[in-house]
């Protein structure tokens, strides 16, 4: 019997491939900022300058690019600002897949059908996914951000100690404008770079851009059509799974093995089956010969989503889990799917950076090796949280909490 539908999006998929690429959006892990130039940003300008040129770019474009700028206040400020987990999970997706975002995303899929249709023919990326993309990252188009792009990016590379990364997106957005892509007074984005309807960075618009409405540019501000196929480009390339979805919400077993909730953790279907795993309405998971994983977002108290490849390649543009849950979960409401339906624990707001700094020092004063302190939740401190919670008999699920910090103060 084939049950490929039953885990499928509805309608017939075509076409694949798979090529490692770099994300398109958010530069995860951005640093505070410390160092301190130690150079006049004329100086520094004039050897990007004459690295541009030397990479190509005409003298003209470089110098219409770079007249008059200084550097920005205000991005550093929000470079250099101390990261804070400000939002839950159920907070994050009740602002991001709202009522009014998934009436617009279905009357914006049904508008544009027949050319999302073209594009998944071509990319084997369904266009419910590519609107939900765009609903997201600018509101379909509503914001594209305010920053000078230039501006933000020749301040970063000037100040971070990252300069090389953004050093290439500044080169690489010059390469833009060089090549007729974008003009200079439309490099208007985000802060770290991001740019166009979907929030490319330079690079990603230079290497997965297409002319897909045959009007020889790759015009990711005006055209839905170089939009839709140049993000379906990008996520082909990055090995979107052509006839498969991204996931769906689980019903988890009291008895639930919690450190296998991970994404490091991948099982069969039937393996998952046979650990108590089921789909949210309590229904068996269905036969297939794929791979998935069990994320819990909120720990063993909160909503649970059983996870497949194409989740990952959602997690390559962005690599937070509840924005990939919230791609996923927009692009159902867009075909018509309906609300989550998992459990909604009022555990307080998210643990500050200092705190969670905190929590990964007692981890590591009681051998449980959360690594350098840092305050961000990495795969180091999840696995010592863990070690930790079955230690003292909770459930490892490696979710921080303000209790699970004043446990460790106590011992």
Known sequence: MDVRPAIARRGVLRGAAALAAAGAGLLPGLRTAEAQP????????????????????????????????TPSERVMELEGAQPEFTRTFWQYMDNAVTDGRVAEGRA???QNRALLDRVEAEYGVPGAYLVAFWGLETN????????????????LTYNDRRADLFGAE?????????????RRDQLIGSWAGAIGNCQFLPTTYRRFAVDFDGDGRRDLYGSLPDVFASAANYLSSIGWESGYIWGREALLPAAFPWEQADLTVRKTLAEWQALGVRQIDGSTLPVAPIEASVVVPMGHRGPA????????????WNRSVPYAVAVG????????GGPLRGAR???????????????????????????????????????ALRGWQRSVGMPADGYPTRDQITRLRTG
């Open 170 to 182: 500044l080169i690489a957005a010059l390469h833009l404008i060089d090549n007729g892509w974008v």
């Open 329 to 336: 979960h927009l692009a159902d409401r867009i075909e018509g």
């Open 140 to 155: 379909f188009g509503s914001y594209l951000g305010d920053f000078d792009v230039i501006q933000a990016l020749a301040t």
């Open 108 to 110: 914006r899929y049904a």
């Open 305 to 316: 989503f059983l996870v497949y490849d194409n989740f990952r390649v959602i997690m390559q």
């Open 345 to 383: 624990p009022n555990l307080g707001d998210p643990l500050s950076r200092d705190e969670i700094e905190e929590m990964q020092r007692l981890l590591n004063a009681r051998g449980y090796n959360a690594g350098t302190p840092d305050g961000r939740i990495g795969p180091n401190t999840r696995s």
């Open 38 to 69: 130690t150079e006049p940003f004329a100086v520094f300008l004039q050897r990007m300058s004459s690295r541009a040129m030397a990479e190509g770019i005409s003298s003209t474009t470089v110098q219409s690019a770079f007249a008059g700028l």
